[in-house]
């Protein structure tokens, strides 16, 4: 037999990590970490020769020593510093695979004011980054946002679809949206770590610039279709960032149906004096694109 596909490590490293600025305020980081390796380690598999491996016991410990060494933001950073470090210090690693989810941590107002070091979990939303270093060839980095849950009473329409004798759904030019967003930039790849701190301003600005591209195309657009909407994210995303290479959106379309209550002394509550309607948990619509540059 042969061993087609070998990597391992540890998942779920979660850690959090406070700033003690000058001024007196604080700031908190807290993510949940994943690493896998690949390299001469086969044999682990195969022959029970435990002599190459880095203990996943052993990548935790390094997380949190590197958490403490180095800056953890952005995430693009610190999972590039993480992956740099496991192929200069394993000669036989030859790829390891990082991937940094930031849970959010909103700093509090109050009085009008920001808190020096209160926060709050102001949603599920995470932002996301796989990095994967490999020896002599750089390092490759997606990033992206995770749970962002967003809804529009109206603004949104599906007409003018194929049908025939399986087709049931009427055309809508007045529809409910509600989706949860799964957005991903590439980035063109980096030669090597220090290319990565070299351009480390770029990562914070894409991710605010895409999540605010999502947020106001989701609100702005009349949309006739989730998948016109996210082609129109992702354009603007590439125009927005000049070193993504490319923009993925994988977004489920879920439905709130229209409840029909005129078994009630003809209570109307369809089409346009739809106001009750049921959230539906499944099935759900999925929609998924690549947008690349021309
Ligand atoms: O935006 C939508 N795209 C679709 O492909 C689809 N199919 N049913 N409803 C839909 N809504």
Known sequence: ATLSYARYGKDNVRLYKVQRNEDGTQDVTEMTVCTLLE??????????DNSGIVATDTQKQTVYIMAKLHPVNPPELFASILGDHF?????HIHVAH??????????MEVDGKPHPHSFMRDGVETRVVEAVARRSKGITIRSGIKGLLVLKSTGSQFWGFHRDEFTR???????????????GWNWRSFSALDEVKK????FNKAWSDARKITLETFATENSPSVQNTMYLMSEQILAAVPRVESVEYSLPNKH???????WYKGLKNTGADAEVYAPQSDPNGLIQCTVTRK
């Open 39 to 48: 390299g001469d380690i086969t044999e682990s598999w195969t022959k029970a």
């Open 87 to 91: 192929l200069s210090t394993y000669s």
């Open 98 to 107: 990082v991937s940094v989810t930031v849970h959010r941590w909103t700093r």
């Open 169 to 183: 759904l009427p055309e809508t030019w007045d529809r409910i949206l509600s989706t949860e967003v799964e957005a």
């Open 199 to 202: 351009d480390v301003a770029a």
């Open 256 to 262: 709130y149906f229209e409840i029909d209550l005129s």
